[in-house]
């Protein structure tokens, strides 16, 4: 039995410790396209934050998970398991702390593309974004909720999109702050 309870405390605590939450205001993606199936692809983030856990600050915890699993760990490359050249940079832009990666991919699937057949539109699906993550803006033709595609016809070699995921609160901590106490240390 007493196994048991210092097991369950110890899960507790885990669930308290990692229940933060990184997250951002928006997103921006560009795929420029150097032939009809390669190219790169740059994620420019914004405004990236966390999210505080009823009450408590979490930021720090957040931070931390940033820098280990985002910047200097493997996180992005596990979600393009296809791409190379994967470059990662956080810097500050209009008073927050933003973060932007650049991939280069040989098929256009490496960056979840689409093209049926090699022909028609070039497609991507929505749906493909974390969960709560919003179309906003596009230089394509979005389906909307029936078909959640952004559509680019064939003749463009750059396609933009923007989508929206969490707008700041009082429940929000911006994590600039902790990103210059960082930056300042490591010179």
């Known amino acids: ?4 309870r210092n097991s369950f405390m110890l899960l507790i605590l885990v669930a308290i410790v990692s229940s933060g939450c ?7 993606y560009k795929f420029e396209l150097k032939s009809e199936n390669s190219g790169t692809l740059t994620i420019k983030y914004f405004n990236i934050m966390s999210i505080m856990d009823d009450t408590l600050d979490v ?7 940033l820098i280990s699993e985002y910047l200097n760990g493997d996180k992005i490359e596990n979600s ?3 791409a190379q050249n994967i470059t990662k940079r956080l810097f500050e832009e209009n008073g927050v702390l933003c973060g932007e990666v650049t991939m280069d991919f040989t098929d256009i699937k490496d960056v979840r593309l689409f093209k049926y057949n090699d022909l028609g ?6 749906i493909n974004l974390e969960e709560s993550e919003v179309y906003k803006s596009s230089d394509g033709k979005y389906g909307g909720e029936i ?5 680019w016809d064939g003749s463009s070699n750059s396609c933009e999109l923007s989508t929206e995921l969490t707008l700041p609160d009082n429940t929000c901590v911006g994590l ?10 490591a010179k």
């Open 176 to 185: 600039l702050s902790r990103f210059k106490s960082w930056s300042e240390a």
């Open 147 to 151: 078909m959640p595609v952004v559509f």
């Open 1 to 4: 039995m007493k196994n048991f």
């Open 22 to 28: 990184l997250t951002y205001e928006k997103k921006e």
């Open 80 to 82: 393009f398991p296809g």
């Open 121 to 126: 539109p070039l497609m991507f699906n929505m």
């Open 59 to 65: 930021s720090e915890d957040d931070f931390d998970v």
